[in-house]
């Protein structure tokens, strides 16, 4: 039995280790890309439904912005943490607890209060 008989079954003609080689190569090549791909892709969806984008386009919503003019009035005005007078327009909303330690509460109505930038930027930089 010659090693090309071995090829041979029910008379299909299998190529060679060597001639697949380069295929083989060129496969590997285009499954590392196409993972590589997925990977950006999971990534930009991992991104997208990240708690602080969550939260940033609940802010926006239609919703968003009239929970805050509603909070504003809610607390006469001032900032839940400091209690000075502040305008609606440039406050911050402030979570209660921190979006990086509890992140399903990103748009937990309960959790969110209105704060000055002040507040809100130390109580940041703190966390
Ligand atoms: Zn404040």
Redesign the pocket.
Known sequence: MTSDDARVTRNVMYPSFQELVPGLLDSKIKADDQLREMQEDAAKIRAYYSPRRQFNRWKQSDDGVAWKVAQYTHQNG???????A?ECKGSHIDHIKPLSKFPELATDLKNLRI??????TAKGNKA
């Open positions: 001032c900032c839940a943490m400091c209690n000075k502040i704060a000055c930038a002040d507040c809100n």
